[in-house]
């Protein structure tokens, strides 16, 4: 592993020790989860899957991490671009399970392919009426995924961590009177309850470049459904 995945990789792990410890800085309110005032929200997980970069490697951080693009015809964030993640299943050992299970099934990267650095603390999404806990994996050789099956994924994504932090791809998205952290990538948007995860995570790993917080993208609801997006066999 050269200098930058050691660097990079490092990061990743003080992360999860800091938020273990309760030294993290609090998302915003809308995200911040209450056992009490959450009580009926069900539980799931996301996996925010780190893989050595397919893009130049001499650019920090020199990582990829994966993305989906959800169906438009799911019931919760339809047309979305998503960590890989969903609902806790029964038989799912803990978070990480689900957020393992999940991400095979989504992405077709096998459960043994991912190095579990740690969970981090859980996060609301009220539209939803989810309580998610974000897993933090490092995958060493993330080539030759599995095919996965069409259904509540269009297609993977594979971005380069260095692309989404740059300047030019931020912006907060907008829709109505309400506002998240914004990352352009080919296909759209990452925002909602993901951009503002992401943007909290790179805050806190220090990864963050200087950008215009005052750009705005205004979004039409129409493409926040993905109504323009080709349809797929799935429903839930």
């Known amino acids: 592993m050269d200098e930058h995945l050691r660097t990079a990789r490092a990061d990743l792990a003080r992360l999860v020790e800091r938020g273990r410890a309760g030294e993290l800085s609090a998302l915003p309110a809308l995200h911040r989860a209450d056992r009490r005032a959450h009580a ?4 799931a997980a996301v996996l925010l899957a780190f893989t050595p970069t ?7 951080p020199a990582v990829d991490l994966f993305l989906v693009q959800r169906s438009p015809l799911l019931r919760h964030h339809p047309g979305q671009i998503a960590l890989p993640g969903g609902r806790t299943d029964p038989g799912d050992d803990g978070p990480v ?11 077709g990267l096998a ?4 190095e579990v650095i740690g969970a981090l603390p859980q996060v609301a999404v009220p539209v939803s009426r989810f309580l998610v806990t974000p897993v933090v994996g490092w995958a060493a050789d993330a080539h030759g ?3 996965v099956e069409e259904g509540e994924v269009l297609h993977t994504l594979r971005v380069s961590v260095a692309d989404l932090l740059a300047p030019e791809a931020r912006a907060t998205v907008t829709m109505h009177h309400f506002g998240t952290a914004g990352f352009a990538v080919d296909g759209g948007w990452v925002w909602g309850f993901t951009g503002n995860l992401l943007s909290a995570a790179f805050d806190e790993l220090g990864w963050t470049r200087p950008w215009d917080a005052g750009r705005t993208y205004r979004m039409s609801v129409a493409e926040a459904r993905g109504d323009d997006l080709p349809p797929a066999t799935a429903e839930g």
């Open 54 to 60: 397919t893009a130049s490697p001499a650019r920090f």
């Open 40 to 43: 009926d929200y069900r539980p």
């Open 111 to 114: 459960p043994e392919r991912v």
């Open 97 to 107: 399970g689900t957020a393992l299970r999940e991400a095979h099934e989504e992405i």
């Open 145 to 147: 995924l599995e095919t």
